[in-house]
């Protein structure tokens, strides 16, 4: 039985409705709608049985069998936009397809961070869209968990996302569907940002 995706989804109204908070939240803040810099990482999370195998792979690094959902967010900690494949998928792979999307989405964004497993060649390929990435290392001889700049920012919305019973795991069958769970989780986030509300999680229930 193949799974199908809703009309928002197909849409992209989800995708739609995160932008416009995105812009409200930054204005609200006193900062311009569109955003400049950036922060990229990626998140290797298992996956539930449903989820068939041609759509799984492994992140031999992170030590996980799952799915990869490699996200750009702005330097408030807001997504731009996010790509979820097979874990196995290398970040700077990943990295290249965000980049461009970036760049053709939000062709303001000059600036950007990156932690050291993205390789070079993505720094170079970003040069060459205009943007400056830089990659954030730690200082050398430091020893268990160090907060980096700006790097802290993404490492707190891959957090925000884990939150999200549905997001805890990949449940999804599909992979469209998957990012439209981020986009939903996001979008739940914002209004309470607006509105200075505490956010509720499901770990405390």
Not at 83 to 101: C, F, I, M, P, Y
Request: proline share 5%; net charge positive; glycine share 8%.
């Amino acid at each position: 039985m193949t799974q199908s995706s809703p009309a928002g989804q197909r849409d992209g109204i989800f995708e739609q409705l995160n932008a416009l908070l995105r812009r409200r939240v930054r204005e609200n803040e006193g900062r311009s709608p569109e955003p400049t810099g950036f922060v990229i990482d990626a998140q290797s999370v298992k996956t539930s049985t449903n989820v068939p195998a041609r759509e799984q792979g492994a992140d031999v690094g992170k030590r996980v069998v799952g799915r990869k959902r490699s996200i750009i967010i702005g330097t408030t900690g807001l997504m731009l936009t996010v790509l979820v494949t097979a874990a196995s998928l290398q970040d700077s792979v990943a990295g290249e397809r965000l980049l461009n999307r970036l760049a053709a989405e939000h062709p303001g964004i000059r600036k950007g961070w990156a932690d050291r497993g993205y390789r070079e060649y993505l720094v170079d390929h970003a040069a060459r869209l205009g943007i400056d990435l830089e990659v954030v290392r730690r200082t050398p001889g430091t020893r268990g968990f160090t907060v980096l700049p700006r790097r802290w920012v993404v490492e707190r919305a891959l957090g925000w996302l884990m939150h999200h019973r549905r997001l805890a795991r990949h449940y999804e069958a599909l992979p469209t569907r998957s990012t439209a769970m981020i986009y939903i989780a996001m979008i739940a986030l914002m209004p309470r940002r607006i509105t200075h509300e505490c956010t509720p999680a499901w770990r405390g229930t």
